[in-house]
């Protein structure tokens, strides 16, 4: 499998409703790319205070690299970074196999 990690530090101006909803279109395509088997997300909630400045972060899982790779060009997966990103102030991605 394939882990697809993000984090999101959004604009300030962004409101909650707004967030919910990028999650939400992100999550909507589970089941519409072929492999992306599950995304998971939430907000940062530690006392630790070694988030940097992003707020929120995603993990998708893949059923392989391949499939990893077939959702980074896919159409609907380009129409929600359409939606997504200009929300953002930063954004890091990282991924890794298990």
Sequence with gaps: ?????????FKEEITQAQVDN??????????????????????YDSTEG???GFTHGFIM???????????????IHE?????VVPKLERVVVFDFNV
């Excluded at 697809?4 to 530090?9: P, R």
């Excluded at 129409?79 to 939606?83: D, I, P, R, S, T």
């Design 50 to 52: 070694m988030n940097d």
């Design 22 to 43: 990028c999650f939400a279109v992100m999550k909507d395509m589970v089941g519409k790319i072929p492999g992306l088997l599950k995304m998971e997300h939430g907000q």
């Design 1 to 9: 499998m394939t882990r697809h990690y993000g984090m999101f530090q």
């Design 79 to 83: 129409e929600v970074k359409a939606f």
């Design 61 to 75: 899982t893949f059923d392989s690299p391949e499939s990893r790779e077939a959702y980074l060009p896919h159409p």
